[in-house]
T-cell receptor
Framework: DAKTTQPPSMDCAEGRAANLPCNHS???????VYWYRQIHSQGPQYIIH???NNETNEMASLIITEDRKSSTLILPHATLRDTAVYYC??????????????FGGGTRLMVKP | DTGVSQDPRHKITKRGQNVTFRCDPI?????LYWYRQTLGQGPEFLTY????????KSRLLSDRFSAERPKGSFSTLEIQRTEQGDSAMYLC???????????FGPGTRLLVL
């Protein structure tokens, strides 16, 4: 699976949009971009994933560049409860393969009042 | 659908003792994964099951570790002769198939004294 690079930490004001970048310049054509977050002492929580097109769900939006070498997770109106470590992961989705997730260091997002 | 559950949530043991953790995946998910997370690091893959078959083990899974999924539903992870280096959060995740999104449980936090 391709390696990802994320800033180690970011701050965001409550109520503002949080834009979390991720570089994955070695991504392959069949690799998806996944985002998880982990709030202190809890298990990772799935947020969103995408292949080529931008995606949106009730939690966030995922913007993937046209060359797929980077992406941005957008939390449109950050709240204090969004304070967490956010992990960007690229993985292949192939049947009968391991498909385990490889976590990097993630970005520690601090939402401030 | 109640999500992935893990039991116990916390375990304190003395070095040399055996411990066993249980994971109940989301109903009808046939893939089950175990990960380990040490303080300040992202989760690392340990092993996974497709139904009752254990298909891959990480080199992190020493011979003191054993995992089972006897009926293809819940899974157990046993650590024999615990060492202080085994202190970590043990996370379980499940997915419908190999290709689909993994959902994590809350984890079992182990402290070996």
């Amino acid at each position: 699976d391709a390696k990802t690079t994320q800033p180690p930490s970011m701050d965001c004001a409550e109520g503002r949009a949080a834009n979390l970048p991720c570089n994955h310049s070695t991504i392959s054509g069949n690799e998806y971009v996944y985002w998880y977050r982990q709030i202190h002492s809890q298990g990772p929580q799935y947020i969103i994933h995408g292949l080529k097109n931008n995606e949106t769900n009730e939690m966030a939006s995922l913007i993937i560049t046209e060359d797929r070498k980077s992406s941005t997770l957008i939390l449109p109106h950050a709240t204090l409860r969004d304070t967490a470590v956010y992990y960007c992961i690229v993985r292949v989705r192939i049947n009968n393969a391991g498909n385990m997730l490889t976590f990097g260091g993630g970005t520690r997002l601090m939402v401030k009042p | 659908d109640t999500g992935v559950s893990q039991d116990p949530r916390h375990k304190i043991t003395k070095r040399g003792q055996n411990v066993t953790f249980r994971c109940d995946p989301i109903s009808e998910h046939n893939r089950l994964y175990w990960y380990r997370q040490t303080l300040g690091q992202g989760p690392e893959f340990l092993t996974y099951f497709q139904n009752e078959a254990q298909l891959e083990k990480s080199r992190l899974l020493s011979d003191r570790f054993s995992a089972e999924r006897p009926k293809g539903s819940f899974s157990t992870l046993e650590i024999q002769r615990t060492e202080q280096g085994d202190s970590a959060m043990y996370l379980c995740a499940s997915s419908w198939t190999a290709q689909e999104t993994q959902y994590f449980g809350p984890g079992t936090r182990l402290l070996v004294l």
